[in-house]
């Protein structure tokens, strides 16, 4: 952890952290132990922020936890000058249009591939095992058997091939899978093919399994849309755990509905939470997991030292020691170019 610092008296950092209880007191109180003297307050929703905005120059958060309170958080927040994210990707703060050009915003990437492989593995083989039924049997006392899905000598098509996806695709091949990766990239250890975005149509009808890794932009919004959701195969899974915006969700449920794929999972919403009135909690060949990708039992005991030296540099005003810049605002700083 970084030497404790006394921070200028005109900073004051605010954390938006919709996280458990546990994680985000571990957050906390490590930034606390570290910097001691600067004001720190914290808030489980954005809609707890607001009277903390007005002398708040460090907020720390992610994206989808300020939901639509995003705008509002940056509209009242006049003495902003950095945020920094607690994940990957920078989705609902660098794209709001309310965020001051001279904002410094800062990511946190490399952690995420352990836990977002697991979360992925644990869905892919929760789909082919059909375990969702095997709970409700449970339940009901019902024994039931069925044949089982193999991952050997399926095919993943992952749409996004970041770290997250490096980190992902030699534990597929390990076991027995063909790793298809759809990016702009050209070649990538681990990866059996290639192939670009604009060959999505063309290469989807030969996945048995399909995962969505792409961030979420403009350029990305609704990318799995109903005609590529109708090129896959009957008897083909779709798991999203990027963001919910690069699926078109309703051409998703009228394709379970009507059983035209498998089945899928979700990690991720286009609204979050999911309102409990939505359509997709009842239906049978869906799995639904409330944006777990990240959060573990040692998220914070990875994050907080990557928060906390970028604090200990923001707070010297040493630009060139702040990593992970996605987003450079007024400050003298390097963006990352893995950003």
Not at 318 to 336: E, F, Y
């Amino acid at each position: 952890m970084s030497t404790a610092l006394t921070p200028p008296l005109e900073h004051s950092l605010l954390m938006i952290l919709q996280v458990p209880e546990g994680i985000r007191h571990q957050y906390e109180n490590g930034i606390r132990a570290a910097f001691p003297n600067l004001p720190i307050n914290v808030v489980d929703q954005a809609s707890a922020a607001t009277p903390y905005l007005s002398h708040t120059s460090i907020i720390v958060t992610h994206g989808p936890y300020m939901g639509n309170g995003a705008d509002h958080i940056f509209a009242h927040a006049p003495r902003l000058e950095w945020v920094q994210g607690i994940g990957v990707g920078m989705d609902n703060i660098v794209d709001r249009p309310t965020l001051d050009p001279k904002v410094m915003v800062t990511n946190i990437h490399g952690t995420q591939g352990v836990p977002m492989t697991e979360l992925a593995l644990s869905l892919l083989l929760s789909l082919a095992r059909k375990l969702p039924k095997t709970f409700q049997n449970k339940l009901e006392h019902r024994w039931e058997r069925w044949p089982s899905k193999l991952l050997h000598g399926k095919t993943i098509g992952i749409l996004g091939v970041g770290s997250i996806a490096q980190t992902l695709a030699p534990v597929c091949k390990a076991m027995g899978m063909t790793v298809v990766g759809i990016s702009s990239r050209q070649s990538v250890p681990h990866f059996d093919h290639m192939v670009s975005r604009h060959e999505l149509l063309q290469v989807v009808p030969q996945l048995d399994y399909f995962l969505l890794l792409i961030p979420y932009s403009p350029e990305t919004h609704h990318i799995v849309n109903k005609e590529v959701l109708a090129a896959m195969k009957p008897e083909a899974f779709l798991v999203n755990i990027a963001r919910g915006g690069v699926l078109d969700e309703e051409a998703l449920l009228e394709t379970l509905q009507n059983r035209r794929i498998a089945g899928a999972a979700l990690d991720v919403f286009f609204t979050e939470p999911l309102p409990p009135e939505h359509a997709f909690w009842d239906q049978d060949n869906l799995i639904i997991t409330c944006h777990q990708g990240v959060v573990h039992e040692d998220v914070a005991k990875v994050n907080v030292p990557i928060i906390c030296e970028n604090l200990k540099h923001f707070l010297s005003q040493n630009w060139s020691g702040i990593r992970h810049v996605v987003k450079a605002g007024n400050k003298p700083v390097v963006v990352s170019a893995s950003s």
